[in-house]
């Protein structure tokens, strides 16, 4: 995948950094609040229902 030039890698380190072991260890991911509005917008996009009522369809 490539990037748009003007993203920036930051380097993962301290409590973020465990948290995101924790979770690759777990099999599950760590989403911050505006990446969960994205695919809650994108799911309600996708089965036809408004974007307020998206987190009751997410299974």
Sequence with gaps: MKYPEHTISKPVAG?????L???I???RHVADDA???T???IIARRR?????NAH???R
């Design 39 to 41: 695919t809650e917008r």
């Design 15 to 19: 409590r973020e950094a465990e948290e």
């Design 25 to 27: 260890d777990a099999g």
């Design 48 to 52: 036809g229902t408004s974007a307020r």
């Design 56 to 58: 009751r369809n997410v």
């Design 21 to 23: 072991l924790k979770a």
């Design 35 to 37: 990446a969960t509005a």
